[in-house]
DNA sequence: TTATAAGTTTAGGGTACCCTAAAATGTTAG
DNA sequence: CTAACATTTTAGGGTACCCTAAACTTATAA
């Protein structure tokens, strides 16, 4: 029931996520590649995680999601998304772009989180569509306003 | 000279940055207000500060800032004002702008934080200026966006 | 001025997350 | 089937940041 994970714990479930996503398991040095850490750190955390219900690990053999770790680690890849989309929108560029989803992802209010992700679709939705003009005309002014700022610097 | 700072210590300069600015000095008590954190702890903190030349301190006396140390406090404080207004603009209630305005302000990229900027600036600007209609209705759309969705609630 | 209160510091611990090195287990080629 | 290699686990450490309790310093009020 304790529904509070730290950062570093989301990482890890998201890291399972992705991995066992592509594989359908995923062994302790997947996970330990793909969050730059040495593997005895992986089968520490993996042990905590498991004792806390969020993993399925059996030594030696791999670690997949319970249904609260899936849980957990869509959230936060969803959150991921959602940032990286607006990063976007803001023109940062992509890899850096990549690298700051990350830090936003974790411990932002649920109410600021909803509030980014209702600007993303704003956005998004609007220039989808034909009618309203006056976003396609609001990001190139935004475009525009940046151009001429990166020529003065 | 090192430049890196932990997000803690990020806070800790903010902190002393804030206190200074109201008494002139601070106290081992007042920093242990601000953070919520123990006398003891901010002892030990700035003892580590002061080895790093961010601040001047003295045992029973106060605390001030170093130059460098001001330096970081400035930027953690102009960083977290933008993330404050940002905020703001995509309608995130107040009380909860002030609390992830201040999740916001570590450990973004520089580049991040200048889109951040920019975009505040774009919108403030125009908002201020006749010329572009399109932005305030832009804002006005979103803010009816928002209310149709939470009537949907 | 001196007892008491208020504030500060030290000593000793604790947790989270990370590491290296060595031991244990698993996999595979000959 | 077994030696050599790859992977995983354990054991033992380390740092950052936080705490409590007790010792110490400073401020204040009678």
């Not at 969020?54 to 969803?78: D, N, P, Q």
Request: with cysteine; proline share 3%.
């Amino acid at each position: 029931m304790n529904k509070y994970v730290s950062r570093k714990v989301e990482d890890y479930l998201k890291a399972v996520y992705e991995v066992v996503g592509n594989k359908g398991y995923a062994r302790i040095k997947d996970i330990s590649k793909v969050l730059g850490v040495k593997p005895s750190t992986v089968v520490e955390m993996m042990r905590k995680l498991s004792e806390q219900g969020l993993v399925i690990y059996e030594k030696y053999s791999g670690v997949t999601l319970t249904s609260s770790g899936r849980e957990i680690a869509e959230a936060v890849k969803k959150r991921h998304d959602t940032f990286r989309r607006f990063l976007e929108i803001i023109l940062v560029p992509e890899n850096i772009a990549v690298k700051d989803a990350h830090v936003l992802e974790h411990q932002l209010d649920p109410k600021t989180i909803l509030q980014f992700t209702r600007f993303v679709e704003f956005i998004t939705q609007a220039s989808a569509t034909e009618r309203p003009k006056f976003i396609k005309r609001w990001i190139e002014e935004f475009r525009n306003y940046c151009r001429r700022k990166d020529i003065t610097l």
